[in-house]
């Protein structure tokens, strides 16, 4: 079984902190994606990343793929009310299905 | 349509009913997935279809769940006998390429599910 650990699991800052959430496994991913879920929507795809070692960038958001490709991480800088959301994780192993992790909740208070 | 629609949007039920939620991918998408989402929790895989392959039941958690899908268009997952604890979102996504080739998952807006 493919599990992803994501953490902090809630979280709740300042309107313009920053602030780094992680997503671990013990196996080795072809491919790690992240979502954000925000309140009665379908999860909306952020980024996705394929090698090991690579950073991506995506306005006030940086995401890292782990150099073993067993791990994650999303930084956001100067965080706004307007990114709150659920935050997940999803990654494809051997098999076909994209297994989530459960997510870091993440409230930004003006 | 322009995304993937799922109905009904809202399904009260009583304990010990059946229930059928539908699934309208988007056209010519070929991976089809449902999810369950308690509140405030991640996704948990039920299954998966891929074009006219055999789909992957793995995830689902008793045998009062079935899902079907005609070719690449619509899907029903079908809960028998409901329970409480089957309440929850559930959410149905498709993808045009399969995962390993990285391709995004869109997702519908769920069917929220409460069993009374």
Not at chain 1, 12 to 27: F, R
Not at chain 2, 64 to 83: P, Y
């Given at each position: 079984?493919?599990?992803?650990?994501?953490?902090?699991?809630?979280?709740?800052?300042?309107?313009?902190?920053?602030?780094?959430?992680?997503?671990?496994?013990?196996?080795?991913?072809?491919?790690?994606?992240?979502?954000?879920?925000?309140?009665?929507?379908?999860?909306?795809?952020?980024?996705?990343?394929?090698?090991?070692?690579?950073?991506?960038?995506?306005k006030r958001l940086t995401?890292?793929?782990?150099?073993?490709?067993?791990?994650?991480?999303?930084?956001?800088?100067?965080?706004?009310?307007?990114?709150?959301?659920?935050?997940?994780?999803?990654?494809?192993?051997?098999?076909?299905?994209?297994?989530?992790?459960?997510?870091?909740?993440?409230?930004?208070?003006? | 349509?322009?995304?993937?629609?799922?109905?009904?949007?809202?399904k009260v039920t009583e304990?010990?009913?059946?229930?059928?939620?539908?699934?309208?991918?988007?056209?010519?998408?070929?991976?089809?997935?449902?999810?369950?989402?308690?509140?405030?929790?991640?996704?948990?895989?039920?299954?998966?279809?891929?074009?006219?392959?055999?789909?992957?039941?793995?995830?689902?958690?008793?045998?009062?769940?079935?899902?079907?899908?005609?070719?690449?268009?619509?899907?029903?997952?079908?809960?028998?006998?409901?329970?409480?604890?089957?309440?929850?979102?559930?959410?149905?996504?498709?993808?045009?390429?399969?995962?390993?080739?990285?391709?995004?998952?869109?997702?519908?807006?769920?069917?929220?599910?409460?069993?009374?």
């Amino acid at each position: 079984t493919q599990l992803l650990e994501q953490s902090p699991q809630f979280l709740s800052i300042q309107e313009g902190e920053n602030l780094t959430v992680y997503c671990n496994s013990s196996s080795v991913f072809s491919s790690l994606q992240w979502y954000r879920q925000e309140p009665g929507e379908g999860p909306v795809l952020l980024v996705t990343v394929v090698t090991g070692g690579e950073v991506k960038k995506l306005k006030r958001l940086t995401f890292q793929f782990g150099d073993a490709r067993k791990d994650s991480s999303l930084h956001i800088t100067a965080a706004q009310p307007g990114d709150t959301g659920l935050y997940l994780c999803a990654g494809v192993s051997g098999s076909e299905k994209l297994v989530f992790g459960k997510g870091t909740k993440l409230t930004v208070n003006p | 349509g322009a995304g993937v629609s799922q109905s009904p949007s809202n399904k009260v039920t009583e304990k010990g009913k059946d229930v059928e939620l539908r699934c309208d991918p988007i056209s010519g998408h070929t991976a089809l997935y449902w999810y369950r989402q308690r509140l405030g929790q991640g996704l948990e895989f039920l299954i998966y279809f891929q074009g006219n392959s055999a789909p992957d039941k793995s995830g689902l958690p008793s045998d009062r769940f079935s899902a079907e899908r005609t070719g690449e268009s619509v899907s029903t997952l079908t809960i028998q006998r409901t329970q409480q604890e089957d309440s929850a979102v559930y959410l149905c996504a498709s993808s045009l390429v399969r995962p390993l080739n990285t391709g995004e998952l869109f997702f519908g807006e769920g069917s929220r599910l409460t069993v009374l």
